[in-house]
C-alpha cells in the first residue's frame, strides 16, 4: 500500500509497492508493526533468511535508503519509532536493535567478518566465492550477535562491529569504528571509539 502523498509504503509482508522504482518484493518471513514505512522494496535486495521470522519491526519504524542484509540463518530485530537513514544492517547471527534509535547515513552494522581471518583460510573463502567456485565449500568464519540498546544515536558514516553490546542512551560519534561494548550513555567517537566523557 502506497500513500499517494508520500514516497514511503507500508511494509506488509509479501508485498509489491506501486509506483516503486525497484521491482521487487517484501518478505513473507517478516512481522512488521504498525505505521512502519519503508521508501523502496529495494531495502530487501540481499536479505535471505530463511528462519521462520528473519525480520522483525516494531511500531513507527521509518527506513530510507536502507539495506536489511541477512543470510539463511540471519535475524535482525527492531524496535519501536526507530529511523534508519541510509545505513546497511549485514547479518549472519543476529542483530538487535531497541526503541527510540536513531542510525544516521553511511552507518554499517555487522554481526560477522564474513571470511575467516587466518590468512590461507582466507583464500580458501576468496576461491570458493568467486564465479567458478563451490559456496557450499566456505571455511568457517565467526559471527557474534551485536545488540543496540534504547535511546541510541549512531552519527553518520560510523561501524559496529561484531560482538558489540552498545547501551541505553549511548551517543556514538560520527565515523567512529566502534569494536567494543559502549556503556550506557556513554559518548565514544574515534577508530577504534574510546570514550569522551
Not at 25 to 41: A, C, E, F, Y
Not at 67 to 78: H, R
Request: net charge neutral.
Amino acid at each position: 500500500m502506497t500513500n499517494p502523498d508520500s514516497k514511503f509504503h507500508t511494509i506488509i509482508p509479501g508485498a509489491v509497492f506501486s509506483g516503486d522504482w525497484f521491482q521487487g518484493s517484501v518478505p513473507q518471513n517478516i512481522k512488521v508493526g504498525k505505521n512502519t514505512r519503508i521508501d523502496s522494496s529495494h531495502s530487501f535486495q540481499h536479505y535471505h533468511s530463511q528462519l521462520k521470522l528473519g525480520l522483525i519491526i516494531g511500531d513507527n519504524v521509518t527506513f530510507w535508503r536502507t539495506s536489511l542484509a541477512a543470510g539463511e540463518n540471519g535475524i535482525i530485530e527492531i524496535g519501536d519509532y526507530c529511523y534508519l537513514a541510509n545505513a546497511s544492517l549485514v547479518c549472519s547471527g543476529r542483530i538487535k536493535i531497541g526503541s527510540r534509535v536513531f542510525i544516521a547515513g553511511g552507518v554499517t552494522i555487522a554481526d560477522s567478518d564474513f571470511h575467516p581471518l587466518d590468512p590461507l583460510e582466507r583464500m580458501k573463502d576468496i576461491i570458493a566465492i568467486s564465479p567458478l567456485g563451490d559456496r557450499s565449500s566456505r571455511p568457517a568464519f565467526k559471527v557474534e550477535q551485536v545488540i543496540i540498546e534504547d535511546d541510541v544515536w549512531i552519527g553518520l558514516n560510523a561501524t559496529i562491529l561484531k560482538g558489540v553490546r552498545i547501551g541505553k542512551g549511548a551517543y556514538i560519534y560520527p565515523g567512529s569504528m566502534v569494536l567494543e561494548d559502549v556503556l550506557p550513555g556513554q559518548k565514544v567517537m574515534g577508530n577504534p571509539a574510546k570514550p569522551i566523557s
